[in-house]
């Protein structure tokens, strides 16, 4: 019904960038909210940052003034700014979508990305 597809992962030295796409394609009228998601070997998933349909946003502390979340909503696409980058910034990344308005007028909820590899190292 929803499709998530992230793209932008790869390998970049300590201090560089990265950009992260996620395209939702589907029967989709509308998504309230899109975020990223991490996980690092041996570790739990964890928040990385999620943006509202009201633009609203709400980030890790681990990633505040580095990472920058936006959205495109004729796209229905999030993008993750990712600046500074650590190494323990490396892990798999996650796109997510949920409370989506599907073009049939129902609710469904919470579809994930196959995940991107991030990869920060020296």
């Known amino acids: 019904q929803v499709q998530l597809v992230e793209s932008g992962g790869g390998s970049v030295q300590p201090g560089g960038s990265l950009t992260l796409t996620c395209s939702a394609s589907?029967?989709?009228?509308?998504?309230?909210?899109m975020g990223w998601y991490r996980q690092a070997p041996g570790k739990e998933r964890e928040l990385v940052a999620t943006?509202?349909?009201?633009?609203?946003?709400n980030y890790a502390n681990s990633v505040k003034g580095r990472f920058t979340i936006s959205r495109d909503d004729v796209k229905n696409t999030v993008y993750l700014q990712m600046n500074n980058l650590k190494p323990e910034d490396s892990a798999v990344y996650y796109c997510n979508a949920d409370r989506i308005v599907t073009l049939t007028d129902k609710m469904v909820y919470n579809y994930w990305g196959q995940g991107t590899r991030v990869t920060v190292s020296s």
């Open positions: 589907g029967s989709i009228l509308a998504i309230n909210a």
């Open positions: 943006i509202l349909r009201n633009s609203n946003t």
